[in-house]
């Protein structure tokens, strides 16, 4: 049986609301994070030794019912075309069955907790891996997606996700640790009314914008790759007009504004536009956060990421690792570490405080988790450190490739060598 209350010690502890701790302590109680501090003012009932305690990552962008799909063949050297891509994606979606998804939720699930996941944020099809999610030790928002240029299709999906959204009670999202939202897929897959739609259920949303040239292209002139593909597919609509010529359109115009939306990728916004990302003051303003996935990005060969200035201006960026068919795992440390090797200038503090607490704060939980602080959710990470010294502590997490040992979620050890301690 579980203690009410197990003191864990660590070589340092990172709460990510305050500096590192070198030889920490972490008291949790019930569930909860009791206290944090030095180990000289409170005995450890658990020494783990050469380790970290990070407060449990956040993936603020994930689709768990997504397989890998390989570099495409005639990819032989540089980055890989995006639109050849999502042909590629839409066929593996197309030739799998709902078992075959659901199998793909449960491994890309289990990835994610065995990474030190203890909160992520799912884009899937009509709710499919609410179920799933439900009943795993983790908490989520999870969005059903919405698309479609067609009434007919966008009609097929909007129909879905509500029928969906009529099932989630109160009570079963208490009981799962997780709520739901809406996802408009993007500008040029998902038909403006369904944009507003979503807007109107006052539910979280998350869609994806600013993500490639092509997007821009279609938006300012209606052509190019992405109608070429949409054409190809049998999904363009002549009728089709986007809500306006910028993606900060979409979530900015209207009745759009009043929503909290979690934007994926946000490559292409023009740094006129940035001010528009900003989050309303207040804990009821509404709340716009970025959720930019490294690795995919890097995968596409974009223009570099805005997330530097757009941190200097105000704008929360939090990480995601977008799906296992663009990224080669789930692991949201694995995003932090390969973006530290790219830009040695962004703090590790600034790098953990994206992995964590600024993805609870974009899905309005930055008062229950995100961070090592009393009162708040035991939801940690525990991570293996090199036997060696740096007077930056983060670098030791960041310039390492120590694994993951445990994850801790509301208190529970769930893997790892101190399982169910
Ligand atoms: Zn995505």
Known sequence: MRRDTLTLQARFVFPVEGPPIEDGVVVLDKGRIGWVGPARERAGDLDLG??????????????????HVDIDSG???????EVAW?????????????????????????????AGTTFLADTTTAGLSWDQVASAPVRAMVFAELIGLKRYRGLQTSDAAWNWLATVTREKQIAACAKPGLSPHAPYSTSPWLYHRAAASRLPLSTHLAEMPEELRLLERRDGPLRDFLEDLGAWDDDWEPIGSRPADYIRKGELRNADWLVAHGTYFDPSEFWQLRPEAGPNGHRVAVAFCPRTHARFGHAPHPYRTLLEK??????????????????VLDEIRFLHRR?????GELLLTMATLF??????????????RPGKSADLAVIGLPDRDDPD??????????????T????????????GL
């Open 314 to 331: 105000g704008v929360i960026v939090c990480l995601g690792t977008d799906s296992l068919a663009s990224t080669p795992t789930l692991s």
């Open 408 to 419: 801790v979620f509301e208190g529970d050890i769930l893997n790892g060598p101190w399982k």
């Open 393 to 406: 502590p983060h670098r030791l997490i960041l310039e390492s490739d120590e694994p993951v040992l445990a």
């Open 343 to 347: 830009d040695g200038s962004l703090s």
């Open 86 to 114: 999502l042909r590629r994606v839409i066929d593996q979606r197309r030739g799998g069955s709902e078992q075959m998804l659901k199998d793909a939720v449960s491994r890309n699930l289990a990835a994610c907790i065995e």
């Open 75 to 81: 990819t032989t050297a540089g980055p890989e075309d």
């Open 50 to 67: 050469n380790v970290a305690i990070v407060p449990g990552f956040v993936n603020a962008h994930t689709h768990l019912e997504l397989d």
């Open 359 to 372: 993805g609870a704060w974009a899905l309005r939980a930055e008062t229950a988790t995100g961070s090592i």
